[in-house]
């Protein structure tokens, strides 16, 4: 199956993301960079408005080539029987490792998708995990598995050896990247998502920069005040990436807000693009309390983005929403526990595995949006390694799909 960047077309509605007016934009420059984008520059922060489509518009450049999945909800394989995968990595001579965090484990694959070996077990000792919940591998193959539950990263040798463990107490990490000179950039949660949130004139930012040791050398990232706390919380939720030159990368999945930061944290553009839906929150969240109970609203806002990715030309992949989900699309995750055990339950027709709500935007290593593949699964993740892009559909097909890259 081959699709060619370009060849998806859609007609949307003009929609600037609010973003754009907060108050620290003091000033601006306003220029036209092509027909395809007009750029402002902000307190020396390049500003890409992307116009539909992009600027190779039917000009295709870019292409992508299914080669194989990896794993299937429907497998008699134990090996590929993943339970709600979360996370992947790709070593430096291309094996692949995929955290299967339902089942507590790291599996590995060779680069021709073919089952090398698995490592860990439900527990909390050495080499054993709770739900582990993010993954990545340095140079010289040591594999670097965060637990949130147990509030650690467990490093394994290339041999999948137990090497050491690193304590997360204090920031209460769920996502992570390694950096070359050692350092890390990293996601927390807490009481609003974001860290430092509990004190609201401290400004909390939503990244941080972490040294060898875990101690934070910077946090950036600026979230969008909402109004109130949970809706503030929900609407910031962000993904991030980083490139071979240790470039950082975030989109968010409730706004329109694609941007780059250097190593250092220096925010380098933020990107938007016309949608076709609006971002304005739909409902806000809200918390009731009486006597006997408290009751949760979650907050409605349409969904923007659902992952990105960089490729060693340091271009930037961002899986984008065409649409809003139909309701015979929705899937939904029950958790029950007993004895400490927790189990999770899958809600909605999983057998629908095609759609076509979902995109791939490529945006050039300035901001502009340069095209568009159309999608037809469901996509919860997306990773890079050199030629090769990987998609997650975790609780539809519960597989990842790897596709191969190639330039016209």
């Known amino acids: ?3 060619k960047a370009g060849s998806f077309r859609a007609f949307y509605p003009l929609i600037i993301g609010f973003i754009f007016c907060s108050p620290f934009i003091l000033e601006s420059v306003l220029c036209r960079a092509s027909s395809a984008q007009k750029v402002e520059m902000v307190d020396g922060v390049r500003i890409v408005h992307n116009k539909k489509g992009g600027e190779w518009g039917n000009n295709q450049r870019i292409s992508i080539e299914l080669i194989r999945t990896i794993g299937d909800v ?3 394989d134990e090996n590929l029987a993943f339970d709600s995968p979360l996370d992947m990595a790709v070593d430096d001579t291309g094996n692949i490792y995929i955290l299967d965090s339902g089942n507590h484990r790291v599996q590995k694959f060779s680069p021709e998708g073919e089952y090398v070996a698995a490592f860990g077990r439900k527990g909390q000792g050495p080499g054993e995990f709770s739900r582990p919940i993010s993954i990545d591998v340095d140079a010289k193959g040591f594999l670097y598995v965060l637990d949130r539950d147990l509030k650690k990263i467990q ?5 999948s050896e137990d090497h050491k463990v690193i304590l997360t107490t204090k ?3 769920d996502r992570f990247r390694l950096l070359a000179p ?3 950039v990293a996601r927390s949660y807490g009481s609003s998502g974001v860290p430092g949130a509990a004190e609201e004139k401290a400004k909390p930012k939503l990244i941080m920069l972490l040294d060898a040791d875990l101690s934070v050398i910077k946090e950036f990232g600026e979230p969008f005040d909402f109004g109130n706390e949970m809706t503030t919380t929900f609407g910031n939720s962000v993904q991030f990436e980083v490139d071979n030159l240790d470039n950082i990368y975030l989109s968010f999945a409730f706004q329109n807000r694609v941007e780059k930061y250097t190593p250092e944290g220096r925010l380098l553009w933020r990107a938007d693009r016309k949608l076709n839906y609006s971002t304005k929150v739909i409902e806000r969240g809200k918390q009731e309390i009486t006597k006997t109970s408290t009751r949760y609203t979650s907050p409605r806002m349409n969904r923007v983005s659902a992952g990105l990715a960089a490729d060693d030309k340091g271009r930037v992949w961002v899986v984008t929403y065409n649409r809003q989900f139909k309701k015979e699309e929705e899937v939904g995750r029950m958790v029950t526990g007993s004895g400490g055990v927790a189990t999770t339950k899958i809600l909605g027709n999983t057998d629908l595995q095609t759609t076509d709500m979902f995109k791939l935007e490529i945006y050039s290593p300035n901001g502009v949006l340069l095209g568009e593949i159309p999608l037809t699964q469901f996509v919860d993740m997306i990773h890079i390694w050199k030629d090769k892009l990987f998609l997650l559909d975790r609780d539809r097909g519960v597989k ?7 330039e016209k």
């Open 400 to 406: 990842f799909y790897e596709y191969r890259i190639t």
């Open 1 to 3: 199956m081959r699709i």
């Open 74 to 76: 429907n497998t008699a």
């Open 171 to 173: 920031l209460n990490l």
């Open 182 to 184: 050692g350092s890390w």
């Open 155 to 159: 490093v394994l040798t290339p041999e």
